[in-house]
């Protein structure tokens, strides 16, 4: 299976965003399974988080994007944590995605 496109971006047990710059900083810097609830490659993939506590692994639940809830799981972790800013707004999801606020450089 392909590794995911960089940057990930994860959605916790509170659909809290957090945008890490590629899969192996992710897999590194995320330590409880249990508390991953979805999450997107750059390109919109679904991912999907095996493994144990502290070893994680990341990997494309499928091929084919999902665009739009990508979308509106940001516009939703916005709307929550983010109150006084706006989603990015580009059309172009590469656009979409490099404007998303990263974690851990």
């Given amino acids: 299976m392909t590794r995911p496109t960089g940057p990930v971006i994860i959605f916790d047990d509170a659909f809290h965003m ?39 692994h990341l990997e494309p639940a499928g091929a084919e994007p999902d665009e739009a809830e990508l979308r509106r799981l940001v516009a939703g972790h916005y709307r929550r944590y983010l109150r006084d800013q706006r989603p990015p707004q580009a059309a172009d999801l590469a656009e979409f995605v490099a404007a998303l606020p990263r974690e851990g450089g």
């Fill in 18 to 56: 957090y945008v890490l710059r590629d899969h192996a900083f992710a897999e590194a810097w995320w330590e409880e399974p249990d508390e991953y609830t979805c999450g997107f490659d750059a390109l919109a993939r679904p991912l999907r988080m095996t493994g144990e506590p502290h070893r994680v």
